[in-house]
């Protein structure tokens, strides 16, 4: 078995160890719910509260009306500069000197008490240098760190305020992210690993995050972060002439679709031939040229579907456990994500219960799917020919 061993194990265990002994010997960790009391802190807007109504033209199209619109809303959210901070694990959970712990409503982390690390001072690493927090919950997701972390710090950037020149990450994922970040304009050499331990930093740039209830930051923002990352976009080979991309999940640990091979031949009588993808396959510069060579891109819900936010004019489907969904789930968030980027999207239901035991493995019936993706070609001939 290949185990994989998290960076800075002695860290790590140091901080858990003592965080397990101070839960049951010292009082919780008093929280600061509002930041104007920390003496010399900062503040100035990136985003303002507003809501709108997305439209969903090939949903339409193929489900219904009722598929037409979403009403999308997001908060009000100043960032903040904040003085001598303590940074603890992973999640770069904030410390102030005085030592209380930043509530909630500011936070970018797990707040769970049994999931919050307390800092080490004698063992803090220093950085020389101020850091823009760009870790928290669900940094190893490329999905959730396109869409939650990555817009905190465009929104900051585009306010013209003034940034610091390096970035916090959690240790062990500047590879990957750095590919991501460059397409924003900043360099690898900008991205700062942050500690399973303690990191202290003498000015820290906090931006909370900015999705409502949909979990979507401003629309607007969105359209704006999906053109800059595009256009920065070098294609470094030839485009593959598949008109239909597959991103496959049979390199996910779970929640798999058992029964891919039989709608992707279903997939390549209806539409063409079809390349079948496993992302932890191919480096980024392969995935986006994949990206841009093909027509159509298709797969199970799960975070390979963030990548149609870096491309533009293709048709994005998007295959659900269970029956239609008119909430914000990320069904709904991967579709939105596609759409504001440029794309056509469309969810479709397998109208069975989704599996929760087990690994979650599933099967979208071959009938249904069939008969959804003839109709789905008819409707974006349909479309097409009206544009």
């Not at 970018?108 to 008490?113: A, G």
Request: glycine share 8%.
């Amino acid at each position: 078995m290949n185990l994989r061993i998290k960076p800075q194990p002695l860290q790590r265990w140091l901080h858990d160890f003592y965080s397990g002994l101070a839960r049951t010997w010292l009082p919780p960790v008093a929280e600061l719910a509002d930041l104007v009391a920390i003496a010399g802190a900062r503040a100035f807007p990136v985003q303002t509260a507003g809501a709108v109504d997305l439209s969903h033209p090939l949903e339409a199209a193929l489900h219904g009306p009722a598929f037409a619109h979403t009403r999308i809303t997001w908060p009000s959210v100043n960032a903040w500069r904040l003085p001598d901070t303590y940074l603890v694990g992973d999640q770069g959970c904030v410390h102030l000197a005085n030592g209380l712990q930043l509530g909630a409503q500011h936070a970018v982390w797990n707040c769970s008490t049994r999931k919050v690390r307390r800092p080490i001072r004698w063992l803090a690493r220093h950085s020389n240098a101020p850091l823009f927090h760009l870790t928290g919950t669900n940094h190893e997701n490329r999905a959730h760190f396109v869409l939650e972390h990555l817009p905190r710090y465009f929104a900051a950037n585009s306010t013209g305020q003034g940034l610091p020149a390096h970035c916090l990450i959690a240790p062990g994922h500047r590879a990957w992210q750095a590919c991501y970040v460059e397409l924003l304009g900043l360099q690898e050499a900008c991205l700062i690993e942050g500690s399973p331990g303690t990191l202290f930093t003498t000015e820290l740039l906090l931006v909370p995050y900015l999705g409502g209830e949909a979990t979507l930051p401003a629309p607007a923002t969105l359209r704006s972060m999906a053109a800059a990352m595009q256009a920065r976009i070098r294609l470094p080979g030839e485009r593959t002439a598949a008109p239909v991309l597959w991103i496959s999940r049979r390199d996910a640990p779970d929640r798999q679709l058992a029964n891919e091979e039989a709608l992707v031949a279903i997939t390549r009588r209806l539409l063409g031939e079809v390349e079948v993808v496993c992302l932890t396959h191919h480096d980024f510069p392969a995935q986006l040229t994949k990206l841009a060579g093909c027509q159509w891109i298709i797969g199970a819900q799960g975070q390979g579907l963030h990548l149609p936010f870096l491309t533009t004019g293709k048709q994005v489907v998007i295959l659900e456990q269970g029956g239609p969904n008119h909430g914000h789930g990320w069904d709904a968030v991967f579709r939105d994500l596609a759409e504001l980027a440029g794309n056509h999207a469309v969810r479709l239901f397998s109208e069975r219960p989704p599996v929760t035991q087990g690994t979650g493995d599933w099967e979208f019936p071959t009938a249904r799917f069939a008969t959804q993706l003839t109709r789905l070609r008819t409707t974006w001939a349909g479309l097409s020919q009206s544009d």
